[in-house]
């Protein structure tokens, strides 16, 4: 595990935006992995983000 980050977004702009935070799916078998990539995907359709951190 690591220690607690930060990050600072450009404040020049000052305009709203979109992030995704993901995990470790923890699988074991391609199940899990099907699924994951299947959330990650609807994130990125759905959210309009900017980045993503994982």
Sequence with gaps: MSGIGTF???AQNN???H???G???QGAS???FDLWKDTFEK???I???KFFLY
Excluded: L
């Design 30 to 32: 391609k199940e899990p």
């Design 19 to 21: 992030f995704v935070v």
């Design 15 to 17: 305009q709203d935006f």
């Design 47 to 49: 959210a309009n983000m």
């Design 8 to 10: 600072i977004t450009d």
């Design 23 to 25: 995990s470790d799916s």
């Design 43 to 45: 994130s990125i359709n």
